[in-house]
């Protein structure tokens, strides 16, 4: 079946510019996950969202970055007004709900942003 | 918090050499346990996770990993191994209080034939 789908897989913009990065999940997973790789920060957590609960937005970086989840499938992240140090590669994740909690992140393959 | 330790940066093995690589957890109850291969220009892709139970797991590519409490870790192994496993490694802990992954900073494995 298809994985999770990310696009653009790169994208360029100028400093200041605002940028919308997309995520398709796995069809029927309800958790979808937002994480950052940069190269002095390593992977880090962004974002989470679970079903209709209200997503866990502890890991985002600044106020410039914020992210909704569509009718419980589709996920975009913006970041506005882009600073140099957004340049990263953004991944994202989906899971299914599993009882006991024993879910397994399976993740897209990125889009890699660079500020110019 | 949890954190992951990954003591290696980079490994270098002849193909065909065993292979490990090793990653240390803090965390206070059992851990769920996560080992990701990422090829140049890729995505993460799983090979093996530990929830419970056999602590040898075995995992795709014909990598395996066995968790230790007693030493807090989770290292992975590989008999022999390919030029096409070349890649770098991350090992990666489930946040006790939450879903999220906490990541090593991972091990760029270069294999020389």
């Known amino acids: 079946g298809a994985g999770v789908s990310q696009s653009p897989s790169n994208k360029v913009t100028e400093k200041g510019k605002d940028v919308e990065l997309r995520c398709d999940p796995i069809?029927?997973?309800?958790?979808l996950y937002w994480y950052r790789q940069s190269l002095g920060q390593g992977l880090e957590f962004l974002i989470y969202f679970q079903g209709n609960s209200a997503p866990d937005k502890s890991g985002l970086p600044s106020d410039r970055f914020s992210a909704e989840r569509t009718g419980g499938s589709v996920s975009t992240l913006t970041i506005q007004r882009t600073q140099q140090e957004d340049s990263a590669v953004y991944l994202c994740?989906?899971?299914?709900?599993?009882?006991?909690?024993?879910?397994?992140?399976?993740f897209g393959p990125g889009t890699r942003l660079l500020v110019l | 918090a949890q954190s992951v330790t990954q003591p290696d940066i980079h490994i270098t093995v002849s193909e065909g050499a065993s292979l490990e690589l090793r990653c240390n957890y803090s965390y206070g109850a059992t851990p769920y346990l996560f080992w990701y291969v990422q090829s140049p220009g890729q995505g993460l892709q799983l090979l093996l996770k530990y929830f419970s139970g056999d602590t040898l797991v075995q995992g795709i590519k014909g990598f395996e990993a066995e968790f230790k409490r007693s030493q807090s870790s989770f290292n992975l192994r590989k008999p022999s191994v390919h030029w096409s496993d070349a890649a770098e490694y991350f090992c990666a802990v489930e946040e006790e209080y939450g879903n999220k992954l906490v990541f090593g900073a991972g091990t760029i494995l270069r294999v020389k034939s």
């Open positions: 069809s029927g997973h309800t958790a």
């Open positions: 994740a989906s899971s299914s709900t599993v009882a006991g909690g024993e879910e397994t992140q399976y």
